[in-house]
């Protein structure tokens, strides 16, 4: 009946159509899944049997450290409750990514992670923890690529929230450092906005510790906690990302860091897709090979050298130059 309909339709209107037909499906299904959920929610109440809290219901419900830990140990032994297995280049340093909490308050207009949240999700985007997770690097196998590719030992936590952004509750951070200490097949790779709270963590070996910086007033709050990380735990990755580059970065110093990522505003919640000039990913390639750090430079970034030297027979100045895409 449906594909009937559409047919009679005018051809430039269709697309149109279709479009309006899956966001009334898509809510259907939301409103169901929905109630269904929250029922679960209310059943699992009894024996603490969550796969997910809000923060407000951690408020409202009086959480603490030893309900969690209770909640987080109903799941555990759950084979099939693997990691996630990127297929895509969004995420292109590490082959998998872990949220055993998703959820953040910066508000960043360009945030992916907002928009793909908040379409599936019951909880929407607002900070919530997991303990259904937990268990899942445990029942994850290691790649055998691993052995000769290390994007596919590295483990991105939390690719869906802020873990260290002020509102996350410590108990909830103290719980994902324990499967960090536990897991060590593993390398686990943070971001955060909040580097002041970075230090003050104990930081095992397998971390790579991070902060995301798109706009110059993030650097200098950022190199100063990672001074001091430098000093506390010189033995872990420290690395900061320039994702999404969204100005030209002035960058005195980056020798806190061992590594450095730049990449491009990928389009999310209406915001379009944005690539950095070309400038300001060359002076962060410059810096960063100054100060010693590795360059990892996303395709979303799409920035590659084209330059052909000034031709003698140019008549004039503005003749040959730069084809720098």
Not at 24 to 31: F, I, L, Q, R
Not at 73 to 78: E, M, R
Request: hydrophobic residues 35%; contains cysteine; glycine residues 4%.
């Amino acid at each position: 009946m449906i594909h009937n309909a559409i047919d009679e339709v005018k051809e430039e209107d269709r697309e149109s159509l279709i479009d309006d037909l899956e966001v009334s499906v898509n809510k259907a299904w939301t409103s169901q899944a929905l109630r269904e959920w929250k029922k679960q929610h209310e059943e699992a109440k009894s024996d603490l049997a969550f796969n997910w809290v809000t923060k407000k219901q951690w408020e409202e419900e009086e959480w603490d450290a030893e309900m969690l830990q209770q909640a987080i140990a109903k799941h555990s032994g759950t084979k099939s409750n693997k990691m996630n297995v990127q297929k895509n280049a969004s995420i292109d340093w590490a082959r998998h990514s872990w949220n055993p909490v998703t959820g953040c308050k910066h508000g960043c207009k360009y945030c992916y992670a907002d928009d793909i949240i908040s379409k599936r999700a019951p909880y929407d985007f607002s900070p919530t923890i997991h303990p259904s997770r937990f268990g899942q690097p445990a029942a994850t196998p290691l790649p055998d690529e691993a052995s000769s590719d290390q994007r596919y030992k590295n483990v991105f936590v939390c690719s869906m929230a802020d873990l260290f952004g002020s509102w996350v509750p410590p108990e909830w951070i103290h719980e994902v450092m324990k499967v960090v200490r536990t897991q060590t097949q593993w390398d686990f790779l943070f971001l955060t906005k909040y580097p002041n709270r970075l230090v003050q963590q104990d930081w095992p070996s397998n971390s790579w510790v991070g902060a995301s910086v798109d706009q110059q007033n993030r650097l200098d709050v950022t190199i100063e906690a990672f001074r001091t990380l430098k000093k506390t735990h010189p033995d872990v990755v420290r690395w900061v990302s320039f994702e999404p580059l969204t100005e030209r970065i002035e960058t005195p110093d980056l020798t806190m860091f061992d590594a450095i990522v730049i990449g491009g505003q990928s389009p999310a919640n209406g915001e379009p897709k944005v690539c950095p000039e070309a400038e300001w990913v060359t002076d962060l390639i410059m810096a960063a090979r100054r100060d010693g750090c590795t360059v990892f430079v996303k395709t979303n970034a799409e920035f590659r050298p084209v330059e052909l030297p000034r031709s003698p027979s140019a008549a004039s100045k503005d003749a040959g130059g730069s084809l720098a895409a």
